[in-house]
């Protein structure tokens, strides 16, 4: 009897032993897309379109969709798999990791609704392989040598009916691995930008955050950047060298109703920058006012609404943008364009 009650607690605890072990494993998984994002990632961008949807800006973004989705081979690849991005696409994360030798690896995460089966064989007919991911890490398919990048394939990751990877084939298969990893060497590690997310409303409708420190070419923008500012008429070089002291911008955007609320943050730990980066938006945001006053008189009141803000460890801009203004401006870009 007693010998049988040793066996039944001896069974009973690895019954619970291997459940605790199932737990873990599923626990270590993740789905997150910004867990799957590498945390030695130089910028990231997430787009919700279930809330741009909703916004003036739709009729632009999903103008350029249209256009996509009737031009060539583009039209017939959405065609083969059934997808519309306009509705089938919720979210989308874009992430860039800095290489060496124009080697930069580019990661888009994909949520919403998928038919794995005929994207897979869209894929396979325009010459992509299935391959296994590293480590047992799931697979995906190498996309064709004819839509590779500085001679690295692209690829394509399935996870599930919810979930797409895309990007360089390095890219995609190391977010496979965090999947399984949990997010481990991913941005809610807290890690690289991860760091960052605090300074962003991750509810926003779009936001993104770009690490200066990893662009060199940010530390030459006097030749990129033409300010001109209200009085003299010449370029404003004090905006420019204030800029490069720079190490972060946090950017994102917001609708509300018929309006988008729009933000910018620059990171600096220089007093001076921050000072000079402040007057400049002031006199840039004046040098706009006095330029649209007769053609828009209504983008100025827009602009007088814009707040500036020098904060301990960086310079903040934010305003509305009304959805009256932005469907102007579609209709501008759009005759324009003819």
Same mark, same amino acid.
């Given at each position: 009897m007693r010998s049988r009650r040793l066996s039944s607690r001896l069974l009973l605890a690895a019954v619970l032993a291997l459940a605790g072990a199932a737990s873990a494993l599923a626990v270590r998984r993740t789905e997150e897309p910004l867990g799957l994002v590498s945390d030695r990632a130089a910028s990231v961008a997430v787009l919700h379109w279930n809330d741009l949807r909703t916004s003036p800006l739709a009729a632009e973004?999903?103008?350029?969709?249209?256009?996509?989705?009737t031009d060539g081979d583009s039209a017939r690849f959405l065609r083969d798999t059934g997808l519309s991005p306009k509705d089938d696409i919720d979210t989308m994360v874009l992430a860039m990791t800095r290489g060496g030798g124009g080697s930069d690896d580019v990661l888009v995460v994909f949520e919403g609704r998928f038919d794995p089966v005929r994207i897979g064989s869209a894929l396979?007919?325009?010459?992509?392989?299935?391959?296994?991911?590293?480590?047992?890490?799931?697979?995906?398919?190498?996309?064709?040598?004819?839509?590779?990048?500085h001679g690295r394939p692209g690829a394509v990751a399935i996870v599930n009916a919810g979930l797409v990877l895309a990007g360089s084939e390095g890219a995609v298969t190391d977010a496979l691995v965090r999947k =399984? @990893?949990? !997010?481990?060497?991913?941005?809610?590690?807290?890690? +690289?930008?991860?760091?960052?997310?605090?300074?962003?409303?991750r509810g926003a409708s779009a936001w993104a955050l770009v690490?200066?420190?990893?662009?060199?070419?940010?530390?030459?923008?006097?030749?990129?950047i033409d300010v001109r500012v209200e009085g003299d008429g010449q370029p404003s070089r004090a905006i420019v060298g204030a800029m490069k002291s720079v190490q972060l911008i946090a950017l994102q955007a917001t609708v509300h109703g018929d309006s988008v609320d729009v933000s910018a943050f620059?990171?600096?730990?220089?007093?001076?920058?921050?000072?000079?980066?402040?007057?400049?938006l002031k006199g840039i945001l004046a040098m706009w006012r006095?330029?649209?006053?007769?053609?828009?008189?209504?983008?100025?009141?827009?602009?007088?609404?814009?707040?500036?803000?020098? =904060? @301990?460890? !960086?310079?903040?801009?934010?305003?509305?943008?009304? +959805?009256?203004?932005?469907?102007?401006?579609?209709?501008?870009?759009?005759?324009?364009?003819?």
């Open positions: 973004i999903f103008a350029q969709m249209d256009g996509v989705s396979t007919g325009r010459g992509a392989t299935l391959q296994k991911g590293a480590s047992g890490a799931g697979s995906y398919y190498r996309l064709a040598a004819d839509s590779s990048e =399984e @990893s949990g !997010g481990a060497g991913g941005l809610m590690a807290g890690q +690289g930008l991860g760091k960052q997310l605090g300074r962003i409303d690490d200066l420190t990893r662009f060199p070419v940010t530390q030459n923008r006097e030749a990129h620059g990171m600096t730990n220089d007093a001076e920058s921050r000072g000079l980066i402040e007057d400049s006095l330029a649209v006053q007769d053609k828009n008189p209504e983008m100025v009141s827009v602009l007088r609404r814009f707040s500036i803000s020098n =904060e @301990s460890d !960086g310079v903040s801009i934010s305003g509305t943008l009304p +959805g009256s203004f932005l469907r102007s401006l579609a209709t501008h870009h759009e005759a324009s364009a003819r």
